[in-house]
């Protein structure tokens, strides 16, 4: 199970672990890391679960599609460049050590 890393706004970094297959949102939930809530549980009809992805774990996510990017515009805390919906992507093998800041506000 690749460990993927959640970076608190306060800087806290919390290690999980996430299961092949599942979103990075089930792992930030299932984890209850600070400030990742997916209250839609990933059916992208919210944006609880709004992170921004490290620069070296971007190149590993699932591709950004067009509603994602739609729905990004209603962020409460506003999007970057690096904004994602972690409910959008999937954990690989490949994403062993990724890191998502967790923006201050997400609700």
């Not at 509603?67 to 994403?95: H, W, Y």
Request: hydrophobic share 35%; with cysteine; aromatic share 6%.
């Amino acid at each position: 199970m690749p460990q993927l890393f959640f970076i608190s706004p306060n800087g806290e970094k919390h290690a999980v672990e996430g299961k092949v297959g599942d979103s990075v949102m089930d792992a930030g939930v299932r984890n209850v890391v600070p400030g990742m809530f997916g209250l839609c549980g990933g059916s992208l009809a919210c944006v609880t679960c709004h992170v921004f992805v490290d620069d070296n774990t971007a190149a590993h996510c699932t591709p950004l599609h067009d509603f994602e990017d739609e729905m990004l515009d209603g962020t409460v805390t506003p999007r970057k460049a690096n904004s994602r919906l972690c409910c959008q992507i999937t954990i690989t093998d490949e994403l062993e050590g990724g890191t998502f800041h967790v923006p201050e506000k997400n609700y």
